[in-house]
């Protein structure tokens, strides 16, 4: 004998339950026991539309409706038209004696648990019955049997006990005596011994399976679902999540308790004492192993089996002096609560012994609280305990294994890698069992922490960075394509997976949860809505994704205003835009130091020589005890063009204006040609050398006419270009008359900077620097008198989007 549960989305429409049906016709054993759920949707459905009416809300009537048409429908749809006028009437009939009960709690306005029993059984008892009737005309040998005749509880409506003694022999003598092969019966449901229908609690229905297969002793239970069996964690939070092919009793209690829904928690008890195994499978995906569970074979392997969570919790502390020593108080405490039939999900107590928590239903909150308060009246009046709170919309997150106790060190990972991604844990708890160790966390980081554990525990430590990429021109552009080409690698290589969640330019914005494809960004892109910066942050931030990081490929002040708010709620932040490393001291300061309060990585590298590595060599020569002498440089690429190629064959302005068709200039080419640009450069590198310095302390020496600074447009620029030539080929001249070159120099040195042209002899280091390239020397108390030296390419989208990508890489090894 077998008992197969086919839960409410295994049954939910005609087509669905043709599946079914082939997998019962498929079964091997002489006796099959099928217990059905509510055809899915249907028991929420008679629980709102029972609350309408009690409420007086004529409205109910449409729910009503409603709930006729599923059944009239999938009769319709299952059943051969010469069989269906007897279903249809049976089922007809029991439809308006469920009007009338819902008519009755419609006028007294009022709904007792008993009546609402009542109601909700219909929709275990019409599920049952048309699937039996549809069996039976597909030629099963196949009869149908209500549940409450067998399944015997007590009155507490609701989530009534079962009364396993007459439960058992009822079954063992009718499921003996039955002739047929098939029989079909509605879980969930039950009757009192004063003949009231009751319900087992919502999910009810695997109960009533176990507690079949456990009195008939069957060989298997079986749970048909919508997923292929029990998963690391809930598959719809955790994309990565994967079926677990075998797990312990006590693995699958605990993590059902914990929240994994596909099972319900007290489902394994009656099949555990009786070793009778479990498998939950996929009725839209038979085929598929599923998970199997049985006793622990103690097999060793994964220590964390499975990580589950519950939401909706709340917690409430007890605390104050009078606690210490005073034996009974959390005796009290839990005989309150259980009295008033609030069930405790999670217990902490801190070592002091000054406080315990308890994690209860955010629903039972309210009552928790003031029954407490009222329990411990006397002891709060003398100031030995505090009134008690509650602190609601919290979850339970818990990491479950039958091997977790034997090894260590998991609890210290799981908090380590929860607090890396800022996820606040307001309690922790470990059972006595140590085959869970959980944690109260806020509900609204459910999924983050969800998918950082799993992420830790079951994904070959593969990281994933989300990616949310503002300013997709030149520079950008090259970026995606680098991501795309890079991403196998990386997995292969790196263990990163890097995942593009949103893209957005000056005009529109795109967002994938599941990541935008790399092939198509830009189709995706120009189909976006409109471009809202503050928008764009919202949604970051409400996707709440671990490892998230903001990419702003522009050269926007407004962007870079944001970067605040970005890292302050633990989102990194990479950029190539140089406006606030550069701005105000305090600006760029702050923006560090939210870096390291929140965790958030804030990484620059590309505001100084494009993709070579400056910033981080520096930084790196500094974290390992090396102070900075002096910085010299060549650090404008449009600089180093114009000086190496500019002669007395040619004229300043023809060359200038041929950088700025090759793009080697800003648009506005005064920015390179005035060194502001270099002073940027040379400040942030001052600045990350561990100086408080502002930009206007730097000296910049012009080699441009007062004239040609003054100009406000590119137009009146270039002519003013024109009109100095004399001057500019002088300036040539008195450097090639020396045998030197002329190039532009930032230099730093005890705590002062300057920008500005210099003669450079031959041998220098700078002497040979070749068309747009870029140099630095760093002098240091290591390297004090060979400089360390940088030098290559210094501009370009294609190495600027390169050294992006290395910041992007830096975080995932962070
Ligand atoms: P049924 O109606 O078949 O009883 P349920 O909705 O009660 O199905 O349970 C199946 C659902 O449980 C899945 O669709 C999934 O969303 C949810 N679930 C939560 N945690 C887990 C988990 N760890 N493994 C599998 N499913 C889970
Ligand atoms: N139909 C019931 C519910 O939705 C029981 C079940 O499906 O297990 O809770
Ligand atoms: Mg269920």
């Known amino acids: 004998m077998k008992v197969l549960k086919f839960g409410g989305t295994s049954v939910a429409n005609a087509k669905n339950i043709a599946l079914v049906k082939n997998i019962v016709a498929n079964s091997q ?20 539309t029972a609350t309408l009416a009690s409420a007086q809300d004529n409205t109910y009537k449409n729910s009503l409706k409603e709930i006729e048409e599923r059944h009239l429908i999938t009769i319709k749809e299952l059943i051969p038209v010469l069989q269906q006028s007897k279903v249809l009437s049976k089922v007809k009939s029991e439809l308006n004696t469920l009007e009338t009960l819902l008519e009755g709690a419609y006028l007294i306005g009022e709904i007792t648990p008993k009546l609402s029993d009542k109601i909700v059984s219909y929709g275990e008892l019409l599920s049952s019955y048309i699937i039996s009737e549809y069996f039976i005309a597909e030629q099963l040998n196949c009869s149908y049997k209500d549940s409450r005749e067998l399944i015997k509880t007590n009155s507490n409506f609701g989530k009534a006990i079962v009364d396993f003694a007459t439960t058992n022999s009822n079954c063992k003598e009718f499921f003996t005596a039955v002739p047929e092969q098939v029989i079909v019966m509605g879980g969930f449901i039950a009757s009192s011994t004063s003949g009231d229908s009751t319900t087992l609690g919502r999910g009810g229905s695997d109960y009533t399976a176990a507690i079949i297969a456990s009195a008939i002793d069957a060989e298997l239970l079986e749970i048909w679902t919508d997923v292929s069996g029990m998963y690391t964690a809930n598959p719809r939070i955790v994309k990565q999540a994967m079926p677990i092919p075998h797990i312990s009793y006590e693995e699958a209690m605990e993590l059902s308790h914990f929240g994994a829904k596909v099972l319900y928690p007290p489902t394994i008890q009656p099949v555990l004492s009786k070793g009778i195994s479990i498998v939950i499978k996929n009725t839209f995906d038979a085929e598929n192993e599923g998970t199997l569970i049985t006793k622990n074979k103690n097999e060793l392997g994964k220590t964390v089996r499975g990580i589950s969570h519950v939401e909706h919790i709340a917690l409430l502390s007890l605390e104050g002096p009078g ?34 928590c308890v994690g209860v239903s955010d629903n039972d909150a309210i009552k928790a609280v003031q029954i407490v308060n009222e329990a411990f009246e006397y002891e709060i009046s003398l100031g030995k305990i505090k009134p ?20 260590q060190g998991l609890s210290g990972k799981m908090f380590s890698t929860l607090g890396k991604n800022n996820v606040n844990i307001r309690a922790i708890a470990q059972g006595a069992s140590e085959r869970n160790i959980s944690a109260v966390i806020v509900k609204d980081d459910v999924k983050k922490a969800l998918n950082t554990l799993h992420e830790e525990f079951f994904e070959d430590n593969t990281k994933q960075l989300n990616l949310f990429v503002m300013g997709v021109g030149n520079v950008g552009t090259k970026f995606l394509n680098q991501i795309q080409q890079q991403r196998k690698f990386l997995k292969e290589n790196l263990k990163l997976n890097i995942r593009v969640i949103g893209i957005s330019n000056s005009r529109t914005m795109v967002f994938d949860e ?57 989102i990194s932040v990479v950029t190539c835009n140089k406006i606030a490393c550069s701005s105000e001291y305090n600006n760029y300061k702050n923006l560090k130091d939210l870096a390291r309060k929140y965790n958030a990585p804030f990484l620059f590298e590309t505001n100084v020589g494009a993709g070579l590595p400056i910033i981080d060599t520096l930084k790196n020569l500094i974290a390992s005890g090396d102070k900075i002498l002096k910085i010299q440089a060549v650090l404008s690429g449009s600089l180093n063009f114009l000086f190496n190629n500019f002669n007395d064959q040619s004229t300043f302005h023809d060359i200038v204006k041929q950088a700025q068709e090759q793009g080697y200039t800003e648009p506005d080419p005064k920015i390179d040609l005035s060194g502001i640009d270099v002073m940027r450069k040379i400040l942030i590198l001052a600045r990350e050398s561990g100086n408080k310095i502002d930009i206007e302390e730097i000296t910049n020496t012009p080699f441009l006419p007062e004239e040609s600074l003054a100009t406000t447009n590119n137009e009146d620029f270039f002519a003013s270009l024109i009109k100095y030539e004399a001057d500019f080929q002088k300036m040539f001249k008195e450097a090639n008359d020396t045998g030197s070159k002329l190039k532009y120099v930032a230099q730093y040195e005890d705590g002062k900077a300057s920008v500005g042209l210099q003669h450079i002899p031959k041998g220098h280091d700078f002497y040979n620097l070749e068309g747009s390239d870029n140099i630095v020397l760093f002098y240091t108390e290591r390297y004090p008198n060979q400089p360390m030296i940088i030098k290559g390419a210094g501009a370009g989208a294609e190495v600027t989007a390169s050294g992006i990508f290395a910041d992007i890489i830096r975080i995932g090894n962070f």
């Not at 606690?323 to 002091?352: D, W």
């Not at 970051?540 to 522009?554: A, G």
């Open 29 to 48: 054993v002489n006796k099959n026991i099928v217990v059905v759920s509510a055809l899915g949707g249907v028991t929420d459905l008679l629980l709102s």
């Open 514 to 570: 599941d990541g935008i494809s790399l092939k198509s960004w830009d189709e995706k892109l120009k189909a976006g809505e409109k471009t809202d910066k503050q928008k764009f942050f919202e949604n970051i931030q409400k996707l709440n994704y671990r490892n998230s990081i903001f990419v702003d490929n522009t050269a926007s002040a407004e962007v870079s205003e944001t970067y605040a708010s970005y890292l302050k709620n633990s």
């Open 323 to 356: 606690m210490v020593g005073i034996p009974g108080i959390s005796k009290r405490f839990f005989e309150v609560l259980s009295q008033a039939n609030i069930s405790v999900v999670l217990i902490t107590q801190a070592s002091s012994e000054h406080s315990i």
């Open 388 to 407: 008690v709170i509650a602190e609601e919309d919290l979850a339970i997150i818990a990491l479950v294994g039958d091997n977790m106790k034997r090894h």
